[in-house]
């Protein structure tokens, strides 16, 4: 008797105090987790998707900055800028100047793509704390880089650096306008 008395109290606090919690967290977190995800997997791509010539539909700045932050920059070919980050924040501009930035970017992509810079991929997990990983998404696959650290990055001498200065240029463009 004692033990279901006990049973029953803990079962009520997880229904009064754990549930709401976790309620409220999914209620923020889910759009950019999941944002990303569908991103990630290309689940967005359709027949219907604008590509250009070599069917790259967006191109991917995956950044892990530090306190469990991921910031998630993507840059669709149809002008579109969207930045995604686990505080459940997201961001989305067709500016002019963030259309800029982001062209800026998805040329610095290209071409460390032609430099093969870029490997088929699977692995969708964030990057690593201080860490950048960088994905170019086309009809068919997800190409990736591997995940470098940011201060490895910052060097001008590092072939994936004009990619980083590129995203994150594009970043501040679009924290700029929203």
Not at 30 to 54: E, H, K, N
């Amino acid at each position: 008797m004692r033990k279901l008395l006990v049973m029953t109290a803990i079962a009520l606090v997880a229904i009064f105090i754990v549930a709401p919690r976790f309620v409220r967290w999914t209620s923020t977190r889910p759009r950019a987790i999941v944002g990303r995800q569908a991103i990630l997997q290309r689940t967005f791509v359709d027949s219907t998707t604008v590509a250009d010539s070599d069917g790259v539909v967006a191109v991917v700045m995956d950044s892990n900055i530090g306190g469990g932050i991921i910031s998630t920059l993507v840059a669709f070919t149809d002008g579109k800028t969207t930045l995604y980050t686990t505080r459940a924040k997201l961001l989305t501009s067709d500016s002019p100047p963030v259309r800029e930035a982001a062209d800026r970017f998805r040329a610095a992509a290209a071409a460390a793509n032609s430099a093969h810079h870029f490997q088929t991929t699977a692995d969708f997990d964030p990057p690593g704390n201080g860490k950048t990983r960088f994905y170019i998404l086309t009809r068919t696959g997800t190409y990736a880089t591997y995940a470098d650290m940011n201060v490895i990055l910052q060097n001008e001498r590092q072939p994936l650096h004009p990619l980083l200065e590129t995203g994150q240029a594009a970043v501040a463009e679009i924290q700029r306008t929203n």
